[in-house]
């Protein structure tokens, strides 16, 4: 065997090690890919799994232009056969665009086609009306994130419920609907009537004026204001007062002397609610 052969020989079984090493390495990385990304709905790592694939199929057609290209010349190829190594250049060159055409064939239809949300309208409107304390759910929208969708929605709690309890409600809803393996994140919006009824802003006075008027009107009469809770409503301004514990009697008095209609007229109310809270140690029973 002449140097030149044996250098030739030398180079095609480094070729063929180093093709094999590839085939098991890409093996093992388009399996993972290909199941995690489905489990994960994960259209990138299915994509990588896919290119791996191709790299597979490219590895053994370049065992099979190598092993070809190896055979000694012949009568019909007096210069040999390496001539089977552009042969397969030129077809993983195609293989490759391909691969990439497809590619984008799949995503442009992912994107064009945005009304395959994985989770139809009606059930997840049911998903966040089983929610203890929601009324109604407008303004559902969904978007697709890959293979998941995104949930945007509005919720329509008590109007007389506090804040707390209010985004309370809203928190069980999004719980229960990121329970739903098919939904990525969800943003919910808690109202307290429809946003056809609910006052635009402007509408009624704000808190700090309210709370000067009713602080002034009741401090007149010697009583002190604890809390005040406003209620924004389609129906009318109320407005709900609490007074500290103390004696209940002369409170009712107190409150006999102050003009409710009056402050309301001052404030825009259509209502105004009196509750005085309880002393816990003049609620608590006599021993036996």
Known sequence: MS??????????EVARKTT?????????LTAAQLIVGSIAHSQALIADG???????????????????????PDVDHNYGHNRYETVASLF???????????????????????????????NLRGILLNTPGVREVHELRTRKMGDLAMVDAH???DPRISVSEGHFIAESARAQMLADPRVLDALIHVDPESDELNPLPGKFPLRSAVADAVRHAFARQNLSVEALNLHYLS????VDVVLPASNAREAASQLKAIDFDALKRRIGARE???TQALDAATTKEPPR
């Open 92 to 122: 993983l060159g195609g293989l490759l665009i391909a691969v990439g055409v497809g590619m984008l064939w799949r995503a442009g239809t992912r994107i064009v086609e945005l009304q395959d949300i994985p989770s139809t309208t009606d």
């Open 272 to 274: 105004i609610r009196v």
């Open 3 to 12: 140097l030149s052969a044996s250098r030739v020989a030398e180079k095609q």
């Open 235 to 238: 129906s009318g301004f109320d």
């Open 155 to 157: 919720i329509l709690v």
């Open 50 to 72: 896919i290119h791996s694939l191709a790299d597979i199929v490219s590895d053994f057609i370049v065992l099979i232009a190598n092993r070809q290209a190896a055979v000694a």
């Open 20 to 28: 094999w090493t590839s085939i098991a390495l890409n093996s093992g």
